[in-house]
């Protein structure tokens, strides 16, 4: 028995199709379970990961259950032609083993880890666990950055499992939204459970904004304060003098925040002084922090128009970048559409983008008729993947599991919306 999770409705959105049998634990402890590792990227070997394998382990117990998880279809069919875009342009690819070990990570989250979160995760219980796993994940990789501090040149913080100090940092743009709604619900607790997860959520929001700080990433101190102005401010529902005062009341209670921790010297300084020469008239400053994003994004834009059909295949554009532009150094360029348009072609990077662009829809629609908490959900993870793409404006590759998780959580929201009895059973 197939177990497709949405199906299409005849007007407006995605009808979940629910599957009454109740479900084995296994699956859901490795899902729900396994959420608190796919932030940490452990590897076991090339790219297959500790948390791929907890995955594939549910797919098999579902498949041995009768149950064949199935992508909703409007993004299947979008994850069909992504993938069959970026398997044409493997052809070009100067390493096609590379190109095709990507196309393999996409397959997996689209036809594996997204449809067997969405056969999971069946309660709003469910789905609050796994958001709090992911959080407490995060946090515990950069906790352990702020304890060793291991720095780069310009004395940026690195987080363990890159080497890269702006992956620090990333992580407070969806952070920040999932901890308010944690802590909002934390209020239906009692009185000494609230108090114990207000404390958490303190230290918690300071590990986020110290992250920020200490990594000195602007893509994700931009993407931070966006997803906050989303998740606070343009909520549905909320007139315009209401938006206002709460945008008012956002920019001073994050500006006292941000005075307060750094007058005690709580935050390193890289990430103002980064800022500063962002902005500096000093033209040195400035041709020293965007020399090589603008040299990459002049050999990507010239790649593109030389083939705009068929890409250089993924992770190859770093092998010919400097064919396009001398300056140009093997990296890819730092812009996720950029890059998507540069190695899987135009009909790839539309594939990918109405992908996404379904997600909000849907989450979007399913906001406005959901009750409390479920607008308050789906909300935070709108703010929290606006976030996230607003970073990969400044990154290349969307390829991290925790942040197709969230996506899928989102799904499993919507589905919960038009189920309420069964989505509101675990509570």
């Known amino acids: 028995m197939s177990v497709s999770v949405l199906e299409p409705a005849p007007v407006v959105t995605a009808v979940p199709r629910a599957d009454a049998r109740p479900l084995s634990r296994v699956p859901q402890a490795l899902v729900v379970g396994g959420s608190v590792l796919a932030p940490l990227n452990l590897l076991i070997v090339a790219s297959l990961t500790v948390y791929d394998v907890l995955i594939a382990m549910a797919l098999v117990l579902l498949i041995t259950e009768r149950r064949i998880p199935l992508p909703p279809r409007a993004y299947a069919i979008a994850a069909y032609g992504f993938l069959l875009a970026a398997f044409f342009s493997a052809f070009r690819a100067t390493y096609p083993i590379e190109a095709l070990t990507q196309i393999l990570q996409y397959f997996f989250i689209f036809f594996v880890q997204i449809p067997v979160v969405l056969v999971v995760i069946r309660t709003r219980r469910a789905a609050l666990a796994s958001l709090a796993l992911i959080c407490a994940g995060t946090l515990v990789a950069i906790l352990h950055a702020h304890m060793t501090q291991q720095t780069q040149g310009a004395g940026r913080v690195l987080v363990f499992y890159s080497e890269n100090p702006n992956r620090l940092g990333y992580p407070t743009a969806y952070l920040l939204p999932i901890l308010i709604l944690l802590w ?99 033209a040195e400053d ?78 979007v629609r399913a906001t406005v008729r959901a009750a409390h908490p479920d607008r308050l959900l789906l909300w935070s993870l709108v703010a929290a993947m606006t976030g996230i793409l607003v970073i990969f404006f400044f990154a290349p590759e969307l390829l991290d599991r925790h942040y197709w998780l969230i996506f899928a959580l989102g799904l499993a929201t919507v589905s919960g919306v038009h189920r309420p009895s069964t989505w509101e059973d675990g509570r």
Do not use: K
Not at 217 to 231: E, N
Not at 290 to 302: I, P, Q, S, T
Not at 313 to 339: C, E, I, K, S
């Open 286 to 363: 400035t041709t020293h922090l965007v020399a090589d994003r603008e040299n990459l994004a002049d050999a990507g834009m010239r790649a593109f128009i030389e083939s705009p059909f068929l890409g250089t295949g993924l992770d190859n554009f770093r092998y010919v970048a400097v064919d396009y532009d001398l300056d140009a150094t093997p990296q890819l360029p730092h812009n996720l559409w950029l890059q998507l348009l540069v190695q899987v072609g135009i009909f790839g990077t539309l594939a990918f983008a109405a992908m996404l662009l379904l997600w909000f829809r849907d989450l």
């Open 184 to 282: 909002i619900c934390a209020w239906q607790m009692s009185r000494r459970r609230r108090a114990v997860v207000s404390a958490v959520m303190i230290g918690s929001v300071y590990l986020a904004i110290w992250a920020l700080a200490a990594s000195a990433s602007r893509s994700a101190t931009l993407g931070a304060v966006v997803a906050l102005v989303v998740f606070v401010v343009l909520r549905p529902g909320v007139g315009a003098v209401r938006m206002l005062s709460r945008a008012v009341g956002l920019a001073a209670g994050v500006t006292a925040l941000v005075m307060l921790l750094s007058a005690t010297g709580q935050l390193p300084t890289t990430l103002e002084e980064r800022i500063q020469r962002s902005f500096s008239s000093d």
